[in-house]
């Protein structure tokens, strides 16, 4: 089957695709790998980068989406764009679901946690930046000479864990845990949730009584959704384009 286009997020972590194959996207998150890149270069449809670029590919730019290309309002021109995507495509979400008269607050547990405030109106209203999971027990292993690497992403049972691993990994997700409930608390919005850490979030936040919508691609989604002026749409009658699976 052949697979007529698709969409990269350049993360921070790892490397975001969408892939169409006949009418249906799917979704794969790969290890970065510039070689696989350079093969497929010319027949990416769109991509997008807050992580590293390789300095060796030349991405077309004219494929490259934009703060500008997100119609959300309010927009500054120095937040990321997976924030942009991924709000723009959670509010899109909600207005069809009639759930946006309040606004939304996006979690997206990525490389870092970013949480962001998307008013009924669908303007930017601002939001917070906490290290990710992965992150946050790095750092502690990096910062402080009696903490190791932790070797494991099972989660403990125990609240109050008596081994350092352990206590390092519950730790690290509470602090996540504890952020996005506060700043739900705060903002008295409708959660949704996206990421690489999101899935094991939203298991935690859906007993506490919080209006959750865990929906774990929201910035590919808003990748394929998005308008970009400079290239055309595509031909659904068109099956015969180049493709590559990551
Ligand atoms: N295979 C994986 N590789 C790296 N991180 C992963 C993986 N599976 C889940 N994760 C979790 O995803 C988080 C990173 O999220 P991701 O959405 O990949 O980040 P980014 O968009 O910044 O590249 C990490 O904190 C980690 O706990
Ligand atoms: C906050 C981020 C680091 C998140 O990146 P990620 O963890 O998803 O790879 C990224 O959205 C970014 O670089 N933002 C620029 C600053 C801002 O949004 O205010």
Known sequence: MKHQKYCLLIGNSRWHWAIQKQEQWSFSHTDPN??????LKNHLWKWAAVGPIPSSINLETKRCIGIKDVPLLKLTDWIGIDRAL???AAFKQAKSQNLHSKGILLADAGTVLSLTRITA???????????????QRSSMAKGAQKLKPVCTDNLPANQFPIST?????KGSFQALLGSIIEA??????PLWICGGDSEILFNHLINR???????PNLVLEGMIDIDLPSIPKPN???SDQP???P
């Open 34 to 39: 510039p070689k696989q890149l350079k093969k």
């Open 86 to 88: 991924g709000g723009w």
């Open 121 to 135: 109106n669908g303007e930017f209203a601002g939001g917070q930046l906490i290290a990710g999971l992965k992150l």
């Open 165 to 169: 691993e352990a206590a390092m990994l």
């Open 184 to 189: 739900q608390k705060d903002s008295n919005l």
């Open 209 to 215: 009584q919080i209006d959750v919508y865990h929906r």
């Open 236 to 238: 659904p009658e068109q």
């Open 243 to 245: 493709y590559w699976q």
